[in-house]
Antibody, heavy 121, light 107 residues
Framework: EVQLVESGGVVVQPGGSLRLSCAASGFTFDDYTMHWVRQAPGKGLEWVSLISWDGGSTYYADSVKGRFTISRDNSKNSLYLQMNSLRTEDTALYYC??????????????WGQGTTVTVSS | DIQMTQSPSSLSASVGDRVTITCRASQSISSYLNWYQQKPGKAPKLLIYAASSLQSGVPSRFSGSGSGTDFTLTISSLQPEDFATYYCQQSYSTPPTFGPGTKVDIK
């Protein structure tokens, strides 16, 4: 079964740091671009970051650039999001998602169940 | 960045109705347009990719069309399980961007 399972979401104070993880199974992980997408409570979907199949290219939304770092370990079939200098507006459900194409220009065809990050004092 | 808009923002429909949702991109995105369905408390689900290709396992009552800047998602005969929020997303350029969503609820 193709599956993504996120973990690491907690309650953290503003200015704090957090690392999210996403464990992949059921597909050849290193064949695909991977994404992080978030959804604030009651809001729509916001793309956060992507990483190419080999980790060689990364991109970020302007809202997180310079604060978040995406990475992957293909030997462990795992995706990560290091989140620093957290702000209250980063409070959201964070999903990892698999792109349908190695190029990263497909639809996001597999999603995890999400992990909740709450930034609050 | 490419901006995505959707209309309507919400609609009420009955089981069996034909439903059409429109998505517009702020510049041409060729056919790099994807549609997702999201139910409350659940992760989004890919329905349509590349504007008109049906994702595996998705019922054939869902269809997509369009190219360039204007796209539509059509549900030919709305079923009870289709009441959800629908998002379009462009994958033409980085950053990939989502539309604001269209909520389909029961009339």
């Amino acid at each position: 079964e193709v599956q993504l399972v996120e973990s690491g979401g907690v309650v953290v104070q503003p200015g704090g740091s957090l690392r999210l993880s996403c464990a992949a199974s059921g597909f050849t992980f290193d064949d695909y671009t991977m994404h992080w997408v978030r959804q604030a409570p009651g809001k729509g979907l916001e793309w956060v970051s992507l990483i190419s199949w080999d980790g060689g290219s990364t991109y970020y939304a302007d809202s997180v650039k310079g604060r978040f770092t995406i990475s992957r370990d293909n030997s462990k079939n795992s995706l990560y999001l290091q989140m620093n200098s957290l702000r209250t507006e980063d409070t959201a459900l964070y999903y990892c998602a698999k792109d349908g194409l190695r190029s990263g220009r497909g639809g996001m065809d597999v999603w995890g169940q999400g992990t909740t990050v709450t930034v609050s004092s | 960045d490419i901006q995505m808009t959707q209309s309507p923002s919400s609609l009420s429909a009955s089981v069996g109705d034909r439903v059409t949702i429109t998505c517009r991109a702020s510049q041409s995105i060729s056919s790099y347009l994807n549609w997702y369905q999201q139910k409350p408390g659940k992760a989004p689900k890919l329905l349509i990719y590349a504007a008109s290709s049906l994702q595996s396992g998705v019922p054939s009552r869902f269809s997509g069309s369009g190219s360039g800047t204007d796209f539509t998602l059509t549900i030919s005969s709305l079923q009870p399980e289709d009441f959800a929020t629908y998002y379009c997303q462009q994958s033409y350029s980085t950053p990939p961007t989502f539309g604001p969503g269209t909520k389909v609820d029961i009339k």
